[in-house]
Each structure stands twice: as C-alpha cells, then as structure tokens.
C-alpha cells in the first residue's frame, strides 16, 4: 500500500502572506503516460471536499489560480501564493496510482 | 448541475450490515465513475472505492472482503453495502463523481459530492 505523509499537520496562516503544504508517498508516483497521480483536495469547515489540483499540477476548473501543485516522484507540494480567508480548511493530497489512499490532511486556519 | 445525494439508516448495529445510497440528480449515471469515501468523526478522508455505471469495480483493499457496490441506471443511483459492521465503521459517508478530464481523458478525479450521510454504528 502506497502510505501519504503530510506536513505540517496545522498551518496558522497570515491573509495575503504565501503558504504551503509537502505531501511526500512512500513510493514514486510516476505512471507509464509520464504523468504523476496525485490530486489536492480541501475540505472547507462543515463542507464535502472538492478538488483543486489533478496529476501533480493542474487545477481543476473554476480553482483560483493562487492555487497551484507541484513536485515529483514521492514529493509533491501545494502552494497558495496569497491566502485569502476562505481558503481556511483541511487540505488532502491523494494518491491514485494504486488504489486510492489519502494523506493525514493539513489544517489551514488564519493567524 | 449533477447533485448527489446520500440516504440510508443513521443507526446500524454491530455484525449487521451498513447500506446507503447515492440519488443522483441533473444528469446520468451512465457513462461515469462514482466513488464513496468516509470520515470518521474528527479524523481525516478514507477512500472506500468506485463502481462503474456498467458495474466494473474496485474496491479498497482494507475494506474489500466486507464491501459489496451496485448501480442502478434506472433509478440512476448506485448503493454501498459494508457487512459485518463495527464500531470503526462509524463515520460520514461521501458519495462522489469520478470525472474523467476533459484533455487528459484517461484520468479521472472527484469533481461532485454528496454532502454525505452520517453513520453510527452501535447497539
């Protein structure tokens, strides 16, 4: 089984100031087409999840462009360039390359 | 838009089995992926796994010997059922569409949910 590690656990998070979240597997997330299976999700306060950024670095429709996903191989890392307030929430990176398997989630809250 | 919606018993006892459904309204389950995932209370998202309008499925390997799926296009709906429930088994279920991409079409991810149905399982 393909284990997700997220860090940090819980980000207090300045508006307008960068942040940043490291989602490391336990095996390289490389598929045969070349792409890395790997999405971010974010889980707002009482709300379902919804997706921010597929295969490593592309966001989904309608998903701000402060969002963005990078990384490779076992290391992937969501930015968000200025954060805003309602971007507060729980975030989750996935891996879909063997079955599915979340990482721990990281708790964004404003300062 | 496609909205889903979750339904089933709130309250499950101990060894009986956990059986929900996904309603799905504003379009067709046919011609997608649908998945269901779980929260436990306070703790983080567990992929349970999908089925395929057609009935093709994949099932998490923690759960798959207990774990049963099935679609229904004529009520466009698909159901999860977990036998042998447990305590463990207490949490928020999310039922979700799989999305294929419109460019990369041979990836998929969850782009609708449920807002998800509350499980306890006790006696």
């Known amino acids: 089984d393909i284990v997700m590690t997220q860090s940090p656990l819980s980000l207090p998070v300045t508006p307008g100031e960068p942040a940043s979240i490291s989602c490391r597997s336990s095996q390289s997330l490389l598929h045969s087409s070349g792409y890395f299976y790997l999405d971010w999700y974010l889980q707002k306060p009482g709300r379902s999840p919804q997706i921010l950024i597929y295969?490593?670095?592309y966001r989904a429709s309608g998903v701000p462009d402060r969002f963005s996903g990078s990384g490779s191989g076992t290391d992937f890392t969501l930015k968000i360039s200025r954060v805003e307030a309602e971007d507060v929430g729980v975030y989750y990176c996935m891996q879909t390359l063997q079955s599915r398997t979340f990482g721990q989630g990281t708790k964004v809250e404003i300062k | 838009q496609v909205q889903l919606q979750e339904s089933g018993p709130g309250l499950v006892k101990p060894s009986e089995t956990l059986s929900l459904t996904c309603i799905v309204s504003?379009?067709?389950?046919?011609?997608?992926?649908w998945s269901w995932v779980r929260q436990p209370p306070g703790k983080g998202l567990e992929w349970i796994g999908y089925i395929h309008y057609s009935g093709t499925t994949n099932y998490s390997p923690s759960l798959r010997s207990r774990l049963t799926f099935s679609a229904d296009t004529s009520k466009n709906q698909f159901s999860l059922r977990l036998s042998s429930a447990t305590a463990a088994d207490t949490a928020v279920y999310f039922c979700a569409r799989l999305r294929a991409d419109d460019i990369f079409t041979f990836y998929h991810y969850m782009d609708v949910w449920g807002k998800g149905a509350s499980v306890t399982v006790s006696s």
């Open positions: 295969l490593g670095s």
């Open positions: 504003g379009g067709s389950i046919s011609g997608h992926y």
